[in-house]
Nanobody
Framework: EVQLVESGGGVVQPGGSLRLSCTAS????????MNWVRQAPGKGLEWVSA????????YYADSIKGRFTISRDNAKNTMYLQMNSLKSEDTAVYYC???????????????WGQGTQVTVSS
């Protein structure tokens, strides 16, 4: 079974840091680009960041650029999101997603994790 499991969420004060992890199983992890997507309370889904199969390229939403860093360790089938200088508006459920097709650069995802809650509050 193809599966993605997020972890590392929690409650943190503004200006603090968290590192999210996404562990993959059931597919050849290093063949696929991966993404982080989030949903804030009362809001729609927002794409956050992406990383290519070999981490040669990374991409970030303007809202988090300069504060978050995406990375992956293919030997461990794990992707990470280092979140620094957290703001209240970063409060959301964060999802790990797998790209549908290695040859298609469109934002098409065929597997989602269950999500992990990040709450930034004083």
């Amino acid at each position: 079974e193809v599966q993605l499991v997020e972890s590392g969420g929690g409650v943190v004060q503004p200006g603090g840091s968290l590192r999210l992890s996404c562990t993959a199983s059931g597919f050849t992890f290093h063949d696929y680009a991966m993404n982080w997507v989030r949903q804030a309370p009362g809001k729609g889904l927002e794409w956050v960041s992406a990383i290519t199969w070999n981490a040669a390229s990374t991409y970030y939403a303007d809202s988090i650029k300069g504060r978050f860093t995406i990375s992956r360790d293919n030997a461990k089938n794990t992707m990470y999101l280092q979140m620094n200088s957290l703001k209240s508006e970063d409060t959301a459920v964060y999802y790990c997603t797998k790209d549908l097709d290695p040859d298609d650069r469109r934002s098409l995802y065929d597997v989602w994790g269950q999500g992990t809650q990040v709450t930034v509050s004083s």
